[in-house]
């Protein structure tokens, strides 16, 4: 093969023929008409077009958002009050994450008002969370992003891989964090990157006694990310990014290609199943000999992620670079029933709050007990899933209800123990109990159903008594609504009704207890009886 045969990049082809559309005034916009034209960037006088209020918007709240870094002033125990409000328990995290967040961005905003100080050394409190699913690792970064004001990126630590061409490139992480702030560089490089799930790539020793390297090369990428470097906004497998470049070239637009991660903060956690274990053996074996202390009931109930050290984290199989970027460790506490019970009744982000929504959504109120809710902590406790537990007891416990209750006159749920413990069973009694309204409910249905009728057909719908019993009884027998039963019964007959209309002329019609049996036998009659009409009277 000549040197004139070596294939091309496929890349570098499609920048060529791009610029060759370019100078041939060919190109167009992705939603709009070519470059230069009505509908490109920029009008054909030349000028570029007034800015909308949207944008005018969306400047002011990153002017706003620069602002706050700036004059960042929040305290350590402002941040732990702040953060009291959603997340229970974990008073030791907050107190760390609150220390933290401060020292990193007063620094950010001593940076800002003295750039040479940017010049010199300064190691980041980038964070390591421990500790089970669902005790408020996620929740508590989300807050504190929400709280300072600065664009926060979440992503699994196992969706990245060493090269990025199986999985996700590392450097992504950055450029999501630039849409976050909309498209602000400057913003997205005071932001916070979280990572969860990184006990996922350690370099842990498989079955066969080798290690597990498919996590080491991530390590090593992510280890280049939370030091001072350089990260392209174009990744070179991203054709949208390739192309909004050179369209950026043609039209004479300077935009900022690479974003600084040095001051941008990593927060990182996992569960680090089976950690704890081994740190308790490392604690037992250094307190061994005559006259340790025995093991109480307190050391089996402690959480010993609480003494994890960076030897630790090395033989978990992290790379000790990798580690060494994380110096700030804290273990997040299990959470007890009592916690739960306090995340259902005080916590702002509590999904309780999510139910009462709800069912608000549909006219009902939701009244719930404080031994209904003893009983749902005590439950998702079982569940060994944090706060997420809550979550699917309530799910079994409210699922029939908001099936039912909808459809009911029922506009009032009063949830003790026992619904909790036996929901179908309270939901039957609470049926049992309103049968008598639920027949006005149902008669409204048959209106409304009528009225919709009328509507669109033009034919008037009276139902006797006997046909509302009867379609009443078939609802609850069948355990099908009024609407489902006539629009199934009454699917065709605008057309018979049209054809006896066309025959006598008729308009209103009286829908009795036969009909509601056996719908379509009774039209059948009635557009018989029609022509036998018309023949007489011809």
Request: glycine share 8%; net charge negative.
């Amino acid at each position: 093969m000549s040197k004139d045969d070596k294939p091309k990049d496929p890349m570098e082809e499609l920048q060529k023929n791009l610029q060759d559309l370019f100078k041939q005034g060919k190109a167009f916009m992705p939603f709009g008409g070519p470059m230069g034209g009505a509908s490109g960037m920029a009008s054909q006088s030349g000028g570029p077009q007034n800015p909308s209020k949207a944008q005018e918007e969306e400047d002011a709240e990153r002017a706003a958002a620069l602002k706050r870094i700036e004059a960042f002033n929040l305290k350590p125990r402002e941040i732990r009050d702040y953060l009291d409000r959603f997340v229970i328990q974990q008073n030791e995290a907050k107190k760390v994450i609150s220390v933290a967040i401060c020292d990193h961005f007063n620094h950010v905003r001593r940076c800002l008002e003295r750039p040479d100080l940017a010049d010199l050394d300064y190691a980041k409190q980038n964070i390591i969370l421990l500790g089970p699913t669902g005790v408020g690792k996620t929740y508590l970064m989300r807050n504190v992003a929400k709280l300072v004001g600065v664009p926060f990126v979440k992503a699994d630590a196992t969706k990245f891989s060493e090269t990025g061409y199986i999985g996700g490139d590392v450097e992504d992480l950055v450029r999501d964090l630039v849409k976050a702030a909309n498209g602000d560089t400057e913003l997205a490089q005071y932001g916070i990157v979280y990572i969860d799930e990184i006990d996922k790539i350690a370099n842990k020793a498989n079955g066969g006694g080798g290690r597990d390297v498919s996590g080491r090369g991530v390590q090593i990428n992510l280890l280049k990310l939370m030091e001072d470097t350089e990260v392209n906004l174009q990744s070179q497998t991203d054709m949208m990014g390739q192309m909004q470049a050179m369209m950026d070239l043609q039209s004479g637009k300077k935009r900022k290609r690479t974003v600084s991660t040095k001051h941008i903060l990593f927060i990182v956690s996992g569960a680090f199943d089976q950690m704890d274990q081994s740190i308790k053996k490392r604690l037992t074996n250094t307190s061994m000999g005559f006259g340790a202390p025995r093991a109480s009931d307190e050391d089996e109930d402690s959480n010993f992620l609480d003494k994890v050290e960076t030897r630790d984290f090395i033989d978990y199989g992290f790379e000790p670079e990798f580690v060494g970027r994380l110096p700030v460790r804290v273990a997040c506490q299990p959470l007890k029933p009592d916690d739960l019970f306090q995340i259902m009744t005080t916590s702002e982000g509590s999904v309780l709050r999510q139910y009462i929504s709800d069912f608000e959504g549909y006219g009902i109120t939701l009244e719930m007990d404080n031994p209904s809710l003893r009983e749902v902590a005590e439950r998702a406790y079982k569940e060994k899933t944090g706060a997420r537990g809550l979550m699917t007891i309530l799910e079994r416990a409210f699922r029939s209800f908001k099936f039912e209750l909808p459809s009911t006159s029922i506009k009032t749920l009063k949830v003790d123990k026992r619904t909790i413990e036996d929901p179908d069973k309270h939901l039957k009694q609470l049926l049992r109990e309103n049968l008598s309204s639920q027949h006005d409910v149902l008669k409204k249905e048959i209106q409304e159903f009528c009225d919709r009728f009328e509507s669109q057909h033009g034919f008037t719908l009276e139902f006797t008594e006997d046909a509302i019993v009867a379609l009443i009884d078939e609802s609850l027998e069948t355990d099908k609504t009024i609407r489902g039963l006539c629009e199934r019964k009454f699917h065709d007959f605008n057309h018979g009704l049209t054809l006896i209309s066309r025959n006598t002329g008729q308009k209103k019609f009286t829908v009795d207890g036969d009909v509601i049996r056996d719908a379509e036998k009774a039209l059948s009659n009635w557009v018989v009886a029609s022509y036998k009409k018309e023949e007489t009277e011809s």
